[in-house]
């Protein structure tokens, strides 16, 4: 089957400090990326969907000058996320999808826990 | 609108069978996902039905009514490595995925 992979696994960086998360897809060409975050106990929340070579789409309320997304090709998809908080404390899922192949499933990568403290 | 639902926690016994329900509602639809989530792991694909029936996988089974707007997960013969959050998500006319806030299912012996 396919497969996401995510680095780092977990990450535990200072405030103020900026971190990148890098999603790739490994054995397909993913035309879509998606960003979620899930915080303890809670559900997932879709940041932003990602298309090759394009910008990013945010959901609302999401700030896209903090959370800098970058899908340069059709395997990566990084996420930064810029003067991290405290609150941005949180779990990063990335997951892709190749629309051309007639499959509709999103693989999700592993995910990366981030602390900020 | 866009809305989907599903139970917040059930429980249920080692060995026995449970049925998780979703219901939702949209204009557009392109199918219905059920996905795994063990605490502190990324989500893993259980199901897509896209036609109204039955489909059956192994201990799995997924059903899905387009004209009611409604779909289940049946899993039988428990495990206790089934504790987990189930999440269902239908995907609209966009190809996004709408997601259900997870049912977390905790089975006991």
């Known amino acids: 089957g396919a497969v996401v992979s995510q680095h780092p696994s977990w990450v535990i960086c200072k405030s103020g400090t900026s971190v990148k998360i890098e999603c790739r897809s490994l054995?397909?060409?993913?035309?879509?990326m998606f960003w979620y975050r899930q915080f303890p106990k809670q559900s997932l929340m879709l940041m932003a969907t990602s298309n090759e070579g394009s910008k990013a789409t945010y959901e609302q309320g999401v700030e896209k000058d903090k959370f800098l997304i970058n899908h340069a090709s059709l395997t990566l998809s990084t996420l930064t996320v810029t003067s991290a908080h405290p609150e941005d404390s949180s779990f990063y899922i990335c997951?892709?999808?190749?629309?051309?192949?007639?499959?509709?499933?999103?693989?999700f990568g592993p995910g990366t826990r981030l602390t900020v403290t | 609108g866009q809305n989907i639902d599903q139970p917040t926690e059930m429980t249920a016994t080692e060995g026995a069978i449970v049925q998780i329900n979703c219901t939702y509602q949209t204009s557009g639809f392109n199918g219905l996902f059920w996905y795994q989530q063990h605490a502190g792991e990324a989500p893993t694909f259980l199901s897509y039905n896209v036609l109204d029936g039955l489909e059956e996988k192994g201990r799995f089974s997924s059903f899905l009514s387009r004209s009611k707007g409604y779909s289940y997960l049946l899993l039988k013969e428990l495990q206790m490595k089934d504790s987990a959050s189930y999440l269902c998500a239908f995907m609209d006319s966009n190809y996004q995925l709408i997601w259900g806030a997870g049912t977390k299912l905790i089975i006991k012996p």
């Open positions: 997951s892709a999808r190749d629309l051309t192949s007639g499959i509709y499933e999103q693989y």
């Open positions: 054995d397909f060409q993913a035309t879509t």
